[in-house]
Protein backbone atom coordinates (compact mmCIF):
# COMPACT_ATOMS: atom_id res chain seq x y z
CA UNK A 1 0.00 0.00 0.00
CA UNK A 2 2.93 2.83 1.14
CA UNK A 3 6.03 1.55 1.36
CA UNK A 4 9.57 3.10 1.81
CA UNK A 5 12.57 1.30 0.46
CA UNK A 6 16.22 2.39 1.57
CA UNK A 7 14.82 5.74 1.80
CA UNK A 8 16.88 8.68 2.55
CA UNK A 9 15.91 12.61 2.69
CA UNK A 10 18.25 15.41 2.78
CA UNK A 11 16.93 19.23 3.99
CA UNK A 12 19.64 22.20 3.54
CA UNK A 13 22.32 20.01 3.11
CA UNK A 14 22.67 17.77 6.19
CA UNK A 15 20.82 14.70 5.70
CA UNK A 16 17.33 14.51 8.10
CA UNK A 17 16.44 10.81 7.14
CA UNK A 18 18.77 7.83 5.95
CA UNK A 19 17.73 3.95 4.81
CA UNK A 20 14.58 4.19 5.95
CA UNK A 21 12.34 1.23 5.07
CA UNK A 22 9.08 1.00 5.85
CA UNK A 23 5.69 -1.27 4.71
CA UNK A 24 2.59 0.00 5.29
CA UNK A 25 0.18 -3.23 5.27
CA UNK A 26 -3.05 -2.77 4.36
CA UNK A 27 -4.69 -2.72 7.69
CA UNK A 28 -2.47 -2.40 9.46
CA UNK A 29 -1.28 0.48 13.01
CA UNK A 30 1.11 1.77 13.53
CA UNK A 31 2.79 4.52 15.73
CA UNK A 32 6.04 6.29 14.44
CA UNK A 33 7.77 7.99 17.12
CA UNK A 34 10.38 10.11 18.07
CA UNK A 35 11.72 13.62 19.86
CA UNK A 36 11.42 16.83 18.13
CA UNK A 37 13.05 17.39 14.88
CA UNK A 38 13.57 13.81 14.52
CA UNK A 39 11.81 13.74 11.03
CA UNK A 40 8.54 12.02 12.03
CA UNK A 41 6.55 14.79 10.14
CA UNK A 42 8.76 14.42 7.27
CA UNK A 43 8.47 10.61 6.71
CA UNK A 44 4.96 11.20 7.33
CA UNK A 45 4.64 13.63 3.86
CA UNK A 46 7.18 11.05 2.13
CA UNK A 47 4.07 9.19 2.67
CA UNK A 48 1.53 11.33 0.75
CA UNK A 49 3.73 12.53 -1.95
CA UNK A 50 4.15 15.87 -0.13
CA UNK A 51 8.22 15.29 -0.36
CA UNK A 52 10.11 13.16 -2.65
CA UNK A 53 13.02 11.24 -1.51
CA UNK A 54 16.75 12.29 -2.21
CA UNK A 55 17.26 8.47 -2.53
CA UNK A 56 15.61 5.73 -2.21
CA UNK A 57 12.20 4.38 -3.17
CA UNK A 58 9.08 5.10 -2.10
CA UNK A 59 5.83 3.84 -3.68
CA UNK A 60 2.10 4.59 -3.13
CA UNK A 61 -0.70 2.20 -3.93
CA UNK A 62 2.27 0.30 -5.94
CA UNK A 63 3.28 3.07 -7.89
CA UNK A 64 6.74 4.81 -8.16
CA UNK A 65 5.91 8.21 -6.26
CA UNK A 66 8.68 9.69 -8.92
CA UNK A 67 6.51 8.44 -11.80
CA UNK A 68 3.86 10.17 -10.82
CA UNK A 69 2.53 13.44 -12.48
CA UNK A 70 1.14 16.23 -10.38
CA UNK A 71 -2.46 15.01 -10.85
CA UNK A 72 -1.68 11.52 -9.98
CA UNK A 73 -0.20 12.82 -6.58
CA UNK A 74 -3.39 14.68 -5.79
CA UNK A 75 -5.56 11.63 -6.67
CA UNK A 76 -3.50 9.73 -4.53
CA UNK A 77 -4.44 12.07 -1.33
CA UNK A 78 -8.60 11.02 -2.08
CA UNK A 79 -6.98 8.06 -0.89
CA UNK A 80 -5.00 8.97 1.80
CA UNK A 81 -6.59 11.38 4.81
CA UNK A 82 -4.21 13.06 6.65
CA UNK A 83 -4.22 14.96 9.87
CA UNK A 84 -1.76 17.50 11.01
CA UNK A 85 -0.83 18.59 14.78
CA UNK A 86 -2.12 22.53 13.14
CA UNK A 87 -4.44 21.22 11.08
CA UNK A 88 -5.79 24.07 8.39
CA UNK A 89 -8.72 24.98 7.08
CA UNK A 90 -10.70 27.60 4.95
CA UNK A 91 -11.54 29.95 7.44
CA UNK A 92 -14.37 31.68 5.64
CA UNK A 93 -16.22 27.68 5.43
CA UNK A 94 -18.19 26.47 7.75
CA UNK A 95 -17.16 23.01 9.17
CA UNK A 96 -19.11 20.89 7.46
CA UNK A 97 -18.44 22.94 4.19
CA UNK A 98 -14.76 21.89 5.45
CA UNK A 99 -15.34 18.59 5.94
CA UNK A 100 -16.87 17.42 2.34
CA UNK A 101 -14.00 19.47 1.37
CA UNK A 102 -12.28 16.77 -0.16
CA UNK A 103 -15.96 15.61 -2.09
CA UNK A 104 -16.15 19.16 -3.63
CA UNK A 105 -12.60 19.02 -5.02
CA UNK A 106 -13.14 15.22 -6.37
CA UNK A 107 -16.28 16.58 -8.35
CA UNK A 108 -18.27 14.54 -6.16
CA UNK A 109 -20.56 17.14 -4.53
CA UNK A 110 -21.37 17.34 -1.35
CA UNK A 111 -25.33 17.47 -1.20
CA UNK A 112 -25.12 14.07 -2.73
CA UNK A 113 -23.33 13.16 -0.07
CA UNK A 114 -25.53 14.79 2.83
CA UNK A 115 -25.98 11.33 4.14
CA UNK A 116 -22.11 10.56 4.88
CA UNK A 117 -21.29 13.82 5.91
CA UNK A 118 -24.27 14.15 8.60
CA UNK A 119 -23.22 10.30 9.60
CA UNK A 120 -19.70 11.19 9.71
CA UNK A 121 -20.39 14.64 11.73
CA UNK A 122 -22.15 12.85 14.00
CA UNK A 123 -19.39 9.98 14.73
CA UNK A 124 -16.65 12.70 15.39
CA UNK A 125 -19.59 14.68 17.50
CA UNK A 126 -19.66 17.81 15.56
CA UNK A 127 -23.32 17.93 14.55
CA UNK A 128 -24.08 20.77 16.63
CA UNK A 129 -20.89 23.06 15.60
CA UNK A 130 -21.73 21.76 11.55
CA UNK A 131 -22.16 25.50 10.82
CA UNK A 132 -19.36 27.47 13.06
CA UNK A 133 -16.69 28.89 11.26
CA UNK A 134 -13.17 26.47 11.90
CA UNK A 135 -11.63 30.04 13.99
CA UNK A 136 -14.87 29.35 16.53
CA UNK A 137 -13.62 25.76 17.17
CA UNK A 138 -11.76 24.53 20.18
CA UNK A 139 -8.55 22.64 19.31
CA UNK A 140 -10.56 19.13 19.88
CA UNK A 141 -12.97 20.33 17.94
CA UNK A 142 -10.74 21.12 15.05
CA UNK A 143 -8.85 18.02 15.59
CA UNK A 144 -12.47 16.00 15.56
CA UNK A 145 -12.91 17.67 12.48
CA UNK A 146 -9.53 17.86 10.91
CA UNK A 147 -10.19 13.40 11.33
CA UNK A 148 -13.36 13.77 9.74
CA UNK A 149 -11.96 15.37 6.61
CA UNK A 150 -9.57 13.23 6.57
CA UNK A 151 -12.26 10.43 6.35
CA UNK A 152 -14.99 11.36 3.99
CA UNK A 153 -13.52 10.18 0.99
CA UNK A 154 -13.15 6.51 2.94
CA UNK A 155 -9.41 6.51 1.76
CA UNK A 156 -7.54 3.62 2.71
CA UNK A 157 -4.80 5.18 4.35
CA UNK A 158 -4.90 7.61 7.82
CA UNK A 159 -1.89 9.66 8.68
CA UNK A 160 -1.86 11.55 11.65
CA UNK A 161 0.44 13.87 12.41
CA UNK A 162 0.54 14.60 16.95
CA UNK A 163 -2.89 14.44 15.99
CA UNK A 164 -3.19 14.84 19.77
CA UNK A 165 -0.43 17.79 20.34
CA UNK A 166 -3.40 20.24 21.20
CA UNK A 167 -5.73 18.73 23.27
CA UNK A 168 -6.46 17.55 26.37
CA UNK A 169 -6.30 13.49 27.95
CA UNK A 170 -9.75 13.08 27.43
CA UNK A 171 -9.75 14.21 24.16
CA UNK A 172 -6.73 12.45 23.18
CA UNK A 173 -8.02 9.66 24.11
CA UNK A 174 -11.42 10.01 22.42
CA UNK A 175 -9.52 11.05 19.22
CA UNK A 176 -7.81 7.52 19.37
CA UNK A 177 -10.79 5.68 19.74
CA UNK A 178 -11.73 6.89 17.02
CA UNK A 179 -8.70 5.84 15.16
CA UNK A 180 -9.15 2.74 16.12
CA UNK A 181 -12.36 2.41 15.22
CA UNK A 182 -11.04 3.28 11.44
CA UNK A 183 -8.89 0.53 11.60
CA UNK A 184 -11.10 -2.12 12.38
CA UNK A 185 -12.68 -0.82 9.44
CA UNK A 186 -10.00 -1.90 7.46
CA UNK A 187 -7.99 1.03 7.35
CA UNK A 188 -4.62 1.29 7.31
CA UNK A 189 -3.45 4.09 10.18
CA UNK A 190 -0.15 5.73 10.86
CA UNK A 191 0.10 8.50 14.19
CA UNK A 192 3.11 10.07 14.26
CA UNK A 193 3.75 10.70 18.02
CA UNK A 194 5.94 11.88 20.81
CA UNK A 195 2.93 11.06 23.65
CA UNK A 196 4.41 7.73 24.90
CA UNK A 197 1.03 7.11 27.09
CA UNK A 198 -0.92 7.70 23.87
CA UNK A 199 1.05 4.58 22.34
CA UNK A 200 0.27 2.49 25.69
CA UNK A 201 -3.36 3.51 26.06
CA UNK A 202 -3.91 2.46 21.86
CA UNK A 203 -1.56 -0.72 22.75
CA UNK A 204 -4.70 -1.85 24.74
CA UNK A 205 -7.18 -1.69 21.73
CA UNK A 206 -5.30 -2.56 19.09
CA UNK A 207 -2.80 -4.91 17.70
CA UNK A 208 -0.07 -2.26 16.66
CA UNK A 209 3.74 -1.94 15.78
CA UNK A 210 5.49 0.60 17.07
CA UNK A 211 8.58 2.46 14.94
CA UNK A 212 10.73 4.61 16.45
CA UNK A 213 13.17 7.41 14.30
CA UNK A 214 16.17 7.68 16.13
CA UNK A 215 19.64 8.94 14.65
CA UNK A 216 17.70 9.15 11.18
CA UNK A 217 16.91 5.86 10.59
CA UNK A 218 13.86 3.83 11.46
CA UNK A 219 13.54 0.98 14.01
CA UNK A 220 10.81 -1.36 15.32
CA UNK A 221 10.57 -0.20 19.44
CA UNK A 222 10.88 -2.54 22.12
CA UNK A 223 8.52 -3.68 24.97
CA UNK A 224 9.68 -0.54 26.66
CA UNK A 225 6.94 1.18 25.28
CA UNK B 1 -3.23 22.68 -17.44
CA UNK B 2 -6.07 23.87 -19.66
CA UNK B 3 -7.70 21.63 -22.21
CA UNK B 4 -11.34 21.96 -23.17
CA UNK B 5 -12.85 19.84 -20.31
CA UNK B 6 -11.15 21.88 -18.49
CA UNK B 7 -11.92 24.90 -20.20
CA UNK B 8 -16.03 23.16 -20.17
CA UNK B 9 -15.61 23.65 -16.70
CA UNK B 10 -14.66 26.73 -16.19
CA UNK B 11 -17.25 28.35 -18.44
CA UNK B 12 -20.17 26.17 -16.54
CA UNK B 13 -18.70 27.30 -13.33
CA UNK B 14 -19.41 25.47 -10.06
CA UNK B 15 -20.77 26.63 -6.90
CA UNK B 16 -18.87 24.47 -4.85
CA UNK B 17 -15.90 25.49 -6.43
CA UNK B 18 -16.54 29.19 -6.43
CA UNK B 19 -16.42 29.04 -3.09
CA UNK B 20 -13.45 27.54 -2.01
CA UNK B 21 -11.49 30.63 -2.57
CA UNK B 22 -12.73 33.71 0.41
CA UNK B 23 -14.17 36.54 -1.69
CA UNK B 24 -10.95 39.12 -2.00
CA UNK B 25 -12.42 42.64 -2.10
CA UNK B 26 -9.37 44.67 -2.82
CA UNK B 27 -8.12 42.83 -5.67
CA UNK B 28 -11.60 42.18 -6.81
CA UNK B 29 -12.78 45.92 -7.04
CA UNK B 30 -9.12 46.81 -8.69
CA UNK B 31 -9.79 44.14 -11.52
CA UNK B 32 -13.10 45.73 -12.12
CA UNK B 33 -11.92 49.27 -12.02
CA UNK B 34 -8.50 48.57 -13.99
CA UNK B 35 -10.21 46.73 -16.74
CA UNK B 36 -13.19 49.03 -16.80
CA UNK B 37 -11.14 52.07 -17.79
CA UNK B 38 -8.53 50.48 -20.24
CA UNK B 39 -11.54 48.97 -22.41
CA UNK B 40 -13.11 52.57 -21.47
CA UNK B 41 -9.65 53.78 -23.14
CA UNK B 42 -9.56 50.97 -25.82
CA UNK B 43 -12.70 52.19 -27.16
CA UNK B 44 -11.44 55.95 -28.02
CA UNK B 45 -8.03 53.92 -29.54
CA UNK B 46 -10.37 51.94 -31.64
CA UNK B 47 -12.61 55.00 -32.61
CA UNK B 48 -9.44 57.31 -33.54
CA UNK B 49 -7.90 54.53 -35.14
CA UNK B 50 -11.32 53.58 -37.64
CA UNK B 51 -12.08 57.06 -37.89
CA UNK B 52 -8.28 57.56 -39.42
CA UNK B 53 -8.57 54.69 -41.54
CA UNK B 54 -12.32 56.25 -43.08
CA UNK B 55 -10.41 59.53 -43.04
CA UNK B 56 -7.01 57.85 -45.09
CA UNK B 57 -9.61 56.04 -47.29
CA UNK B 58 -11.31 59.49 -47.75
CA UNK B 59 -8.49 61.15 -48.36
CA UNK B 60 -7.11 58.78 -50.70
CA UNK B 61 -10.33 58.80 -52.80
CA UNK B 62 -10.89 62.53 -53.31
CA UNK B 63 -7.71 63.89 -53.96
CA UNK B 64 -6.52 60.96 -56.05
CA UNK B 65 -9.54 62.30 -58.18
CA UNK B 66 -9.22 65.88 -58.18
CA UNK B 67 -6.25 67.89 -60.34
CA UNK B 68 -5.71 71.63 -60.66
CA UNK B 69 -4.15 73.47 -63.39
CA UNK B 70 -2.67 76.47 -62.90
CA UNK B 71 -2.45 78.96 -65.97
CA UNK B 72 1.25 81.14 -65.32
CA UNK B 73 1.15 83.36 -68.43
CA UNK B 74 1.08 86.95 -69.00
CA UNK B 75 -2.09 88.79 -68.54
CA UNK B 76 -3.26 88.68 -72.19
CA UNK B 77 -2.09 85.20 -72.94
CA UNK B 78 -4.04 83.85 -70.12
CA UNK B 79 -7.36 83.71 -71.05
CA UNK B 80 -6.55 82.07 -74.32
CA UNK B 81 -4.29 79.62 -72.78
CA UNK B 82 -7.06 78.80 -70.44
CA UNK B 83 -9.34 78.19 -72.76
CA UNK B 84 -7.08 75.66 -75.04
CA UNK B 85 -6.27 74.07 -71.50
CA UNK B 86 -10.13 73.78 -71.04
CA UNK B 87 -10.33 72.21 -75.01
CA UNK B 88 -7.57 70.11 -74.51
CA UNK B 89 -8.89 68.79 -70.65
CA UNK B 90 -12.32 68.18 -73.00
CA UNK B 91 -10.20 65.82 -75.06
CA UNK B 92 -8.88 63.74 -72.52
CA UNK B 93 -9.31 60.13 -71.41
CA UNK B 94 -10.42 59.74 -68.06
CA UNK B 95 -11.20 63.83 -66.78
CA UNK B 96 -15.15 63.54 -66.09
CA UNK B 97 -15.28 67.86 -65.46
CA UNK B 98 -12.59 70.77 -65.65
CA UNK B 99 -13.58 74.04 -65.18
CA UNK B 100 -11.49 77.26 -64.22
CA UNK B 101 -12.35 79.46 -60.90
CA UNK B 102 -13.82 82.74 -61.23
CA UNK B 103 -11.93 85.86 -59.68
CA UNK B 104 -14.57 85.28 -57.14
CA UNK B 105 -13.63 81.80 -55.96
CA UNK B 106 -9.61 82.76 -56.58
CA UNK B 107 -10.20 85.73 -53.92
CA UNK B 108 -11.82 83.21 -51.78
CA UNK B 109 -8.77 80.88 -51.49
CA UNK B 110 -6.30 83.77 -51.37
CA UNK B 111 -8.60 85.41 -48.77
CA UNK B 112 -7.45 83.88 -45.82
CA UNK B 113 -3.57 85.03 -46.34
CA UNK B 114 -4.35 88.54 -47.92
CA UNK B 115 -7.54 89.86 -46.91
CA UNK B 116 -11.06 90.13 -48.61
CA UNK B 117 -9.85 93.65 -50.38
CA UNK B 118 -7.16 91.71 -52.42
CA UNK B 119 -7.02 93.40 -56.11
CA UNK B 120 -6.55 90.26 -58.10
CA UNK B 121 -6.79 92.30 -60.96
CA UNK B 122 -3.47 94.27 -60.38
CA UNK B 123 -1.38 91.23 -59.55
CA UNK B 124 0.11 88.31 -61.24
CA UNK B 125 -2.20 85.53 -59.82
CA UNK B 126 -1.82 82.96 -62.32
CA UNK B 127 -5.85 80.89 -63.19
CA UNK B 128 -6.37 77.84 -61.73
CA UNK B 129 -8.70 75.08 -63.86
CA UNK B 130 -10.31 72.26 -61.44
CA UNK B 131 -10.11 68.85 -62.67
CA UNK B 132 -12.10 66.21 -61.59
CA UNK B 133 -11.64 63.08 -62.82
CA UNK B 134 -13.68 59.58 -63.88
CA UNK B 135 -13.46 56.70 -61.27
CA UNK B 136 -10.79 55.29 -63.47
CA UNK B 137 -8.66 58.45 -63.45
CA UNK B 138 -6.23 60.28 -66.14
CA UNK B 139 -3.11 59.69 -67.49
CA UNK B 140 -1.44 62.60 -65.93
CA UNK B 141 2.31 62.12 -67.69
CA UNK B 142 0.20 61.99 -71.62
CA UNK B 143 -1.70 65.04 -70.17
CA UNK B 144 1.35 66.97 -68.61
CA UNK B 145 3.00 65.97 -72.51
CA UNK B 146 -0.13 67.65 -74.11
CA UNK B 147 -0.25 70.77 -72.26
CA UNK B 148 3.16 71.12 -72.61
CA UNK B 149 2.62 71.37 -76.59
CA UNK B 150 -0.64 72.82 -76.85
CA UNK B 151 -0.47 75.65 -73.66
CA UNK B 152 2.99 76.33 -72.65
CA UNK B 153 1.73 78.36 -69.71
CA UNK B 154 0.27 75.06 -67.79
CA UNK B 155 1.54 73.21 -64.75
CA UNK B 156 -0.14 70.15 -63.78
CA UNK B 157 -0.64 69.15 -60.14
CA UNK B 158 -2.44 66.12 -59.51
CA UNK B 159 -1.94 66.77 -55.72
CA UNK B 160 0.29 63.94 -55.24
CA UNK B 161 3.07 65.59 -54.09
CA UNK B 162 1.45 66.74 -50.64
CA UNK B 163 -1.68 63.94 -51.06
CA UNK B 164 1.35 61.00 -50.34
CA UNK B 165 1.88 61.93 -47.19
CA UNK B 166 -1.69 63.39 -45.61
CA UNK B 167 -2.36 59.16 -46.51
CA UNK B 168 0.58 58.07 -44.85
CA UNK B 169 -0.06 60.61 -41.79
CA UNK B 170 -3.82 58.98 -41.67
CA UNK B 171 -2.38 55.50 -42.09
CA UNK B 172 -0.01 55.81 -39.07
CA UNK B 173 -2.49 57.45 -37.19
CA UNK B 174 -4.58 54.44 -37.35
CA UNK B 175 -1.99 52.04 -36.47
CA UNK B 176 -0.98 54.60 -33.28
CA UNK B 177 -4.50 53.84 -32.78
CA UNK B 178 -4.47 50.15 -33.39
CA UNK B 179 -1.25 49.83 -31.13
CA UNK B 180 -3.02 51.33 -28.17
CA UNK B 181 -5.32 49.28 -28.04
CA UNK B 182 -2.91 46.76 -28.48
CA UNK B 183 -0.96 47.96 -25.77
CA UNK B 184 -4.24 48.48 -23.50
CA UNK B 185 -4.79 45.02 -23.76
CA UNK B 186 -1.24 44.05 -22.50
CA UNK B 187 -1.72 46.68 -19.83
CA UNK B 188 -4.84 44.55 -18.67
CA UNK B 189 -3.01 41.40 -18.83
CA UNK B 190 0.02 42.42 -16.71
CA UNK B 191 -2.23 43.99 -14.14
CA UNK B 192 -4.40 40.82 -13.99
CA UNK B 193 -1.01 38.40 -13.65
CA UNK B 194 -0.39 40.69 -10.77
CA UNK B 195 -3.67 41.05 -9.42
CA UNK B 196 -3.68 37.22 -9.57
CA UNK B 197 -0.10 36.86 -8.43
CA UNK B 198 -1.13 38.45 -5.20
CA UNK B 199 -4.42 36.63 -5.25
CA UNK B 200 -1.99 33.54 -5.03
CA UNK B 201 0.12 34.55 -2.64
CA UNK B 202 -2.90 35.71 -0.08
CA UNK B 203 -4.03 32.21 -0.37
CA UNK B 204 -1.21 30.49 0.37
CA UNK B 205 -2.60 28.74 2.93
CA UNK B 206 -6.26 28.14 1.06
CA UNK B 207 -3.44 26.45 -1.48
CA UNK B 208 -2.24 24.01 0.85
CA UNK B 209 -5.09 23.17 2.33
CA UNK B 210 -7.15 22.15 -1.49
CA UNK B 211 -3.55 20.60 -2.58
CA UNK B 212 -4.00 18.43 0.91
CA UNK B 213 -7.37 17.30 0.34
CA UNK B 214 -6.55 16.25 -3.53
CA UNK B 215 -7.07 18.91 -5.24
CA UNK B 216 -5.77 18.99 -8.69
CA UNK B 217 -3.82 21.94 -10.53
CA UNK B 218 -6.22 22.87 -12.52
CA UNK B 219 -9.20 22.62 -10.29
CA UNK B 220 -7.08 25.38 -7.94
CA UNK B 221 -6.11 27.41 -10.89
CA UNK B 222 -10.08 27.39 -12.33
CA UNK B 223 -11.01 28.87 -9.16
CA UNK B 224 -9.22 31.39 -9.47
CA UNK B 225 -9.16 31.54 -13.39
CA UNK B 226 -13.16 32.04 -12.94
CA UNK B 227 -13.17 34.67 -10.68
CA UNK B 228 -10.75 37.26 -12.88
CA UNK B 229 -11.97 35.95 -16.44
CA UNK B 230 -15.78 37.02 -14.54
CA UNK B 231 -14.34 40.27 -13.58
CA UNK B 232 -12.30 41.16 -16.16
CA UNK B 233 -15.31 40.32 -18.37
CA UNK B 234 -17.16 42.42 -15.85
CA UNK B 235 -15.45 45.66 -15.70
CA UNK B 236 -14.84 45.60 -19.10
CA UNK B 237 -18.32 45.57 -20.09
CA UNK B 238 -19.37 48.77 -18.35
CA UNK B 239 -15.94 50.40 -19.74
CA UNK B 240 -17.08 49.38 -23.30
CA UNK B 241 -20.63 50.66 -22.56
CA UNK B 242 -19.26 53.62 -20.74
CA UNK B 243 -17.18 54.41 -23.84
CA UNK B 244 -19.37 53.82 -26.49
CA UNK B 245 -22.17 56.11 -25.14
CA UNK B 246 -19.41 58.86 -24.87
CA UNK B 247 -18.16 58.59 -28.90
CA UNK B 248 -21.87 58.55 -29.25
CA UNK B 249 -22.46 61.64 -27.50
CA UNK B 250 -19.06 63.18 -29.44
CA UNK B 251 -21.12 66.14 -31.94
CA UNK B 252 -21.05 64.47 -35.15
CA UNK B 253 -19.27 65.62 -38.67
CA UNK B 254 -22.14 67.03 -39.84
CA UNK B 255 -22.57 69.46 -36.85
CA UNK B 256 -19.53 70.87 -37.14
CA UNK B 257 -17.18 69.33 -39.87
CA UNK B 258 -13.69 68.70 -39.04
CA UNK B 259 -11.53 65.77 -38.20
CA UNK B 260 -12.07 65.16 -34.54
CA UNK B 261 -15.86 65.70 -35.16
CA UNK B 262 -15.09 62.81 -37.24
CA UNK B 263 -14.07 60.55 -34.57
CA UNK B 264 -16.39 57.63 -34.10
CA UNK B 265 -17.80 54.65 -35.53
CA UNK B 266 -19.70 54.20 -38.54
CA UNK B 267 -22.15 51.58 -39.49
CA UNK B 268 -20.82 48.29 -38.56
CA UNK B 269 -17.76 49.85 -36.93
CA UNK B 270 -20.09 49.93 -33.77
CA UNK B 271 -20.05 46.56 -33.26
CA UNK B 272 -16.20 46.56 -33.33
CA UNK B 273 -16.15 47.38 -29.47
CA UNK B 274 -18.25 44.89 -28.79
CA UNK B 275 -15.37 42.52 -29.17
CA UNK B 276 -13.28 44.33 -26.75
CA UNK B 277 -15.00 42.26 -22.97
CA UNK B 278 -14.94 39.17 -25.19
CA UNK B 279 -10.61 39.85 -25.92
CA UNK B 280 -10.09 40.87 -21.69
CA UNK B 281 -12.39 37.98 -20.56
CA UNK B 282 -9.88 35.65 -22.78
CA UNK B 283 -6.82 38.18 -21.55
CA UNK B 284 -7.33 37.67 -18.16
CA UNK B 285 -8.11 33.76 -18.19
CA UNK B 286 -4.74 33.29 -20.36
CA UNK B 287 -2.94 35.72 -17.61
CA UNK B 288 -4.58 33.94 -14.68
CA UNK B 289 -3.91 30.48 -15.81
CA UNK B 290 -0.38 31.56 -16.69
CA UNK B 291 -0.08 32.95 -12.97
CA UNK B 292 -1.69 29.81 -11.20
CA UNK B 293 0.62 27.54 -13.03
CA UNK B 294 3.95 29.08 -12.05
CA UNK B 295 2.93 29.22 -8.61
CA UNK B 296 1.38 26.03 -8.39
CA UNK B 297 4.21 24.33 -9.65
CA UNK B 298 6.63 25.58 -6.84
CA UNK B 299 4.28 23.68 -4.36
CA UNK B 300 4.15 19.95 -3.67
Given at each position: ??E???????Y??GE???D???K??P??FH??????G????????LCY?A??P?????????R?V?S????D???V????G???QD??????L???????????V?????D?????L??????VG??Q??T?????????????A??A?A?I?????????E???N??????????T??V???KMG??????TH?L???????A??????L?I?????Q??G??? | ?F???????L??G?????????PT?F?????L?????MA?????A???S???????D??????????????V????????????????????P???????L????????????F???????????P???E?????E?????????R????????V???H????????S??Q??????????L????A??????????A???A???V??V???V????S??A??F???FT?????G????V??G??????????SEA???????G?????????L???V????VA??????????ALR???
Amino acid sequence: MIELENVAYSYGGGELLSDISVKLAPGSFHFLTGPSGAGKTTLLKLCYGALLPTSGLVRLFDRDVRSLQRDDIAKVRRRVGVVHQDVQFLDHLPVSDNVALPLTVSGRQADTANGDLEELMTWVGLTQRATALPPELSGGERQRAALARAVIMSPDVVLADEPTGNVDWDMSQRLLTLLVELNKMGKTVLIATHDLSLIRAAKAQVQARVLRISNRRVQLAGADL
Amino acid sequence: MFNMRTLRALLAGDRYADRVVPPTGFTAQLTLFVSGAMAFLAVFALALSLASGRLADRWGDELARTATIRIVAPEDQRAIQTTAALEVLSTTPGVAEARALTDEEQQALLAPWFGQDLPLDTLPVPRLIEIEATGEGFDATGLRLRLAAEVPGAVLDDHGRWRAPLVSAAQRLRLLGWTVALLIIGAVAAMVTLAANAALAANAQVIAVLRLVGATDSYIANAFVRRFTLRALAGSAVGVGLGVLTVWLMPSGSEAPGFLTGLGFQGAGWLVPLLLPVICGCVALLATAYAASRALRTLT
